[in-house]
């Protein structure tokens, strides 16, 4: 049981370019989404799922995007790179009847140049 | 606007001594709240959970506690363990959102 994969680890992106990072569990859980970590803060949530088809937008969703196509997988889209996105990106899910259970990947620690 | 603030970066203890982290909040809405302990290059991993109509969890060495007039929940560790020596957040939840303070820095010295 792998729980909450995310790739890749690390990511160096150039201004402008665009990139997908993957998030992917095997839970059957309903519930996925994606935050962002910047040093001194805390986790910032930036898009949700509560299922396939449906997404929302969280707290800073500006400059991503998100779509759910499967229960398995939410990848996160960065259209065009800014500086201002380096950050650590973690995915957690969670089944939708429950408020707590929330499981975290390990990140993806992204940078952009 | 922070609405989930931990206002101590760092704490240290010794070990076998108590560990209090706390947290406040400003949104009455909140209607559940976690604590996660996260390592470096790690991502958060689940400690303990309260409702907001409950006033305290136990789980093994951790409770937290939770004063709603307050808009205050505190986690204790007892006893403390160098093992526990990581970033620990506080996270307060409504419908699909959780919201995260800063975390605390908690440092157990042998």
């Known amino acids: 049981n792998a729980g909450v994969t995310q790739t890749p680890k690390f990511q160096v992106l150039k201004t402008g370019q665009s990139m997908t990072l993957q998030c992917a569990q095997d839970m059957n859980h309903e519930y996925m989404s994606w935050y962002r970590q910047d040093p001194g803060m805390g986790l910032r949530l930036i898009h949700y799922?509560?299922?396939?088809?449906?997404?929302d937008q969280g707290e800073v969703p500006n400059g991503y995007n998100v779509s759910r196509s499967t229960t398995e997988d939410f990848p996160l889209r960065l259209l065009s790179a800014a500086p201002s996105q380096t950050s650590v990106y973690f995915c957690a899910s969670k089944v939708t009847t429950s408020n707590y259970g929330y499981t975290f990947g390990s990140g993806t620690r992204l940078t952009v140049v | 606007d922070q609405q989930v603030k931990q206002n101590s970066p760092s704490l240290s203890v010794q070990e076998g001594r108590i560990s209090i982290l706390n947290c406040d909040y400003t949104n009455s809405m909140f209607d559940y709240f976690l604590w996660y302990k996260k390592y470096p290059a790690e991502g958060p991993t689940f400690l303990i959970s309260i409702s907001s109509i409950k006033d305290k969890n136990e789980d093994g060495r951790f409770t937290v506690f939770l004063n709603k007039s307050a808009k205050h929940l505190s986690l204790h560790i007892v006893p403390s363990q160098p093992g526990d020596s990581a970033v620990y957040f506080c996270?307060?939840?409504?419908?699909?959102?959780?919201?995260f303070g800063k975390g605390t820095l908690l440092t157990v010295n042998p």
């Open positions: 799922s509560v299922g396939a088809g449906i997404t």
């Open positions: 996270a307060a939840g409504s419908n699909y959102k959780l919201t």
